[in-house]
């Protein structure tokens, strides 16, 4: 396997964000190294066709084990591989699982970012090796905005326990920007979707009820502010902007949007829609969904990246609404010729709030 020039270590490979930067990278010829925990089960489903790649084409993909708990086991590692580029995309994301697990969302999302800068501090004060560093910060920052729409100079308000965490992992990575002079820079990424999206998050929910609804696979779908509004785009667009940070000569924070938003309510109509469904005839309002604090509005302002970076997401809502819904009509239909075959068929998991 030829050596590259280019070797980036992705936290979170395994997540959404995590699959598409990987793609990214390894197309642009990076050697990629990946964190990924150690577990009973397996959690590489959104890569398994790099592993494929890997054997077909000899593209260098090497996964690690580790956790984003284990400073030590961190430090080593940026040792051992001694990237050029780190994207920290580790994280406890699911903003309604935060109130219920605050602080393993804590540990992991705010202090686990702490840990990972020191272990590059550790590496560029031994040696003088100079590692870029990406955060993945995050637009439930604002919360409770002040303005809209939401820039970079917008004051954070957090409504939860992962848009706190998520504030501290921003604020701390400025801090060893200036301190220690780290070429770390942040991404303020407002929601970004597609079919890799987990199952619980509301957008990936209604997509996969809807189509299951489509084949008789499922009856209704239980959700909760329907009139929550967000700033929704395509992970895979969203990944380059990232990159594009770090090839910048000096490193800043950006706001990563589509500049329009949309509510949960019209992702619904949107998606029943493409399947030739009414939204209003099948879906439930469920208390149990409503966060403890919502947050009703995110509405970005990215004109400093695509300005600065020259980066403009490619992909519409419409559009993304769209592939999300066919990719999922063809993992439904998989679905229902299992049951057909007396092989059963769990339906997605409802226990999540959305």
């Given at each position: 396997m030829a050596v590259t020039s280019k070797r980036a270590l992705i936290t979170g490979i395994t997540g959404q964000d995590g699959s598409y930067l990987a793609e990214f990278l390894l197309d642009k010829g990076y050697e990629v190294h990946g964190l990924i925990r150690r577990s009973s089960t397996f959690g590489t489903q959104r890569i398994e066709h790099l592993y494929r790649d890997i054997h077909e084409v000899q593209r260098p993909l090497t996964l690690h084990h580790g956790d984003m708990a284990d400073g030590n086991g961190l430090a080593r590692l940026i040792r051992e591989i001694r990237p050029t580029e780190v994207y920290n995309l580790a994280a406890q994301s699911h903003v309604r699982v935060s109130f219920d697990q605050p602080t393993y969302t804590a540990d992991v999302t705010a202090v686990g970012t702490l840990r990972l800068l020191e272990a590059i501090r550790d590496l560029q004060d031994a040696v003088g090796y100079q590692i870029r560093f990406y955060q993945a910060s995050s637009s439930e920052m604002f919360g409770k905005v002040v303005e809209t729409p939401q820039k970079e100079t917008t004051p954070f308000h957090p409504r939860s326990p992962y848009g706190v965490a998520k504030v501290?992992?921003?604020?701390?990575?400025?801090?060893?920007?200036?301190?220690?002079?780290?070429?770390?820079?942040?991404?303020?990424?407002?929601?970004?979707?597609?079919?890799?999206?987990?199952?619980?998050?509301?957008?990936?929910?209604?997509?996969?009820?809807?189509?299951?609804?489509?084949?008789?696979?499922?009856?209704?779908?239980?959700?909760?502010?329907?009139?929550?509004?967000?700033?929704?785009?395509?992970?895979?667009?969203?990944?380059?902007?990232?990159?594009?940070?770090?090839?910048?000569?000096?490193?800043?924070?950006?706001?990563?949007?589509?500049?329009?938003?949309?509510?949960?309510?019209?992702?619904?109509?949107?998606?029943?829609?493409?399947?030739?469904?009414?939204?209003?005839?099948?879906?439930?309002?469920?208390?149990?969904?409503?966060?403890?604090?919502?947050?009703?509005?995110l509405l970005g302002d990215s004109h400093k990246a695509r300005e600065k970076l020259g980066w403009v997401p490619r992909t519409s809502f419409d559009d993304l609404v769209e592939m999300m819904v066919d990719a999922d009509m063809e993992l439904a239909r998989r679905e229902q010729v299992l049951v057909a075959a007396g092989h059963g068929g769990a339906p997605p998991r409802q226990e999540l709030p959305g």
């Open positions: 501290y992992g921003h604020w701390i990575t400025v801090n060893y920007r200036e301190s220690y002079g780290l070429h770390a820079s942040c991404g303020i990424l407002f929601n970004h979707e597609s079919p890799r999206r987990g199952e619980t998050f509301v957008t990936r929910k209604i997509t996969r009820a809807a189509t299951r609804i489509k084949l008789g696979l499922q009856g209704r779908l239980y959700l909760g502010n329907l009139d929550a509004q967000r700033d929704w785009g395509f992970a895979g667009d969203y990944v380059e902007a990232m990159w594009l940070m770090l090839q910048q000569d000096e490193p800043d924070d950006y706001v990563i949007a589509t500049n329009e938003t949309h509510s949960v309510r019209e992702f619904c109509e949107k998606a029943f829609g493409r399947l030739g469904l009414d939204a209003r005839e099948f879906i439930d309002i469920d208390p149990r969904y409503f966060r403890p604090a919502e947050v009703d509005l």
